[in-house]
């Protein structure tokens, strides 16, 4: 049932990508020229995210339709990895206009740029894995103790 409700989540969030301009990112991009011709419509998505993820709050304590348990992160720290990954999420997503999901979503229409920057993408995560395991062999050789398990912070 999981695979189900993966897959209609799924096809309802890249539905609502598309629908909204998302995937277009000469919008996205005019969304973020807050200093020339800003397009302001995207917002309009952002305040149905925010309402989503309001519902999703106020039903917290309740528990989840498809799984066991709810599965809400339980770190509160801000840390270096954190603050990197967030900066180049918002430099590539200024410079290209797309993001994980619409890029994903853009796939179907095999635009060379698009395809370049989802192999970007993944060669960047297989990077970031990469050095993560790298430190972490780093560290336990050196006798430090690395947790990578949500903390309570």
Known sequence: MNIVASLVCGLIFGAGLVISGMTQPPKVLGFLDIFGRWDPTLAFVIAGAIAVAGFALVRRARAPL????????????????????????????????????????????????????????????????????????????????????????
């Open 66 to 153: 498809f799984a066991a348990s709810h599965l809400w992160p339980t770190r509160k720290d801000i840390d270096r990895p954190l603050v990197a990954g967030a900066i180049l999420f918002g430099v590539g997503w200024g410079l290209v206009g797309l993001c994980p999901g619409p890029a994903v979503v853009n796939i179907a229409s095999l635009s060379p740029r698009v395809l370049l920057f989802v192999l970007a993408m993944v060669a960047g995560m297989a990077l970031q894995g990469w050095w993560r395991s790298r430190a972490d062999t780093t560290s336990a050789h050196a006798g430090m103790s690395t947790t990578l398990a949500p903390t309570d912070g």
